[in-house]
């Protein structure tokens, strides 16, 4: 690695190998960041980005709703990077179903992971923000709004901005800035998953389109930059209802 890059800043963010998170990468890796990527199962991908960035990305598979997976994850960076700047919160799943036929198992795992994994996370890549730093949490339209049949993720991407304010209440006074990102609905990773969703969500849209994910990555960048706004909910999404 070359002199220049070891003084660049560190943005740690999850679900790396997924649609956003693969925008996300690519907005940081422009912006000049370092970037630790953690990703739970695509280690081709994972590969790939490494192998696109040389020196300036790094992986590691990790299961984010794991606090021991999350702590050895952060020692690692410690040893490689030795610092953290940034930690966008972004790994996620859904397990939809209506709320009457949900199987608790899926309940369960869909807290551990949006909700479990940012909050672990959290405690694990702080310590390493010795100069400050700031946490993004990507949530949801669905969080604010709800959504039939996703009552598991609205509530765990509700949850997140509760989670957000709360941290950002404590981790104030350490310098460390904490906002929730409402990214829309995608056409990539987990949004075109559910056809019938995205093509509603357009149709509500007053736009007519579906949001764009380096436009949303851009922003989530932007914000990142600043230091003198926290606690914040920003919402990037066009929908009427
Ligand atoms: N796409 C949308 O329209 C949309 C809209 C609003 C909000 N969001 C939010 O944006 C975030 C990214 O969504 P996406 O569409 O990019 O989803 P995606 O393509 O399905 O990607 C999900 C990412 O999370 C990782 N992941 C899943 N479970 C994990 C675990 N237990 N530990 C570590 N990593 C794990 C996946 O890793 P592997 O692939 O390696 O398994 C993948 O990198 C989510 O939080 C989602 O709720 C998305």
């Not at 939809?96 to 309940?107: I, K, P, S």
């Not at 390493?128 to 669905?142: E, P, T």
């Not at 509760?162 to 609905?185: D, K, M, Q």
Request: charged letters at 15%.
């Amino acid at each position: 690695m070359g002199a220049s890059l070891t003084c660049r800043p560190v943005a740690v963010i999850t679900g790396i190998t997924g649609g956003f998170g693969s925008a996300l990468a690519a907005a940081y890796a422009r912006a000049g960041f370092r970037i630790y990527g953690l990703y739970r199962s695509a280690g081709q991908l994972a590969s790939a980005l490494t192998a696109e960035f040389p020196g300036q990305v790094q992986t590691h598979c990790v299961d984010v709703g794991s606090s021991l997976e999350m702590t050895v994850a952060a020692e690692r960076l410690c040893q490689f990077w030795g610092r953290a700047d940034v930690l966008i919160n972004n790994a996620g799943i859904t397990r939809d179903a209506l709320l009457v036929r949900q199987r608790e198992e899926d309940w369960d795992e869909v807290m551990r992971v949006n909700l479990g994994g940012a909050f672990h996370a959290t405690r694990a890549f702080v310590p390493l923000m010795k100069d400050g730093g700031h946490i993004v949490n990507v949530s949801s339209y669905s969080g604010l709004k709800g959504k039939e049949g996703q009552a598991a993720y609205s509530a765990s991407k509700a949850a997140l901005l509760g989670f957000t304010r709360t941290a950002a209440i404590e981790l104030g006074p350490s310098g460390v800035c904490v906002n929730a990102v409402l990214p829309g609905y995608l056409p990539v990773g987990m949004g075109p998953r559910a056809i019938h969703a995205a093509e509603a969500a357009a149709h509500a849209s007053m736009l007519g389109s579906l949001s764009d994910p380096a436009e949303a990555a851009e922003f989530v960048c932007n914000l990142t930059r600043m230091r003198g706004v926290t606690g914040q909910v920003f919402c990037l999404d066009s929908r009427s209802i």
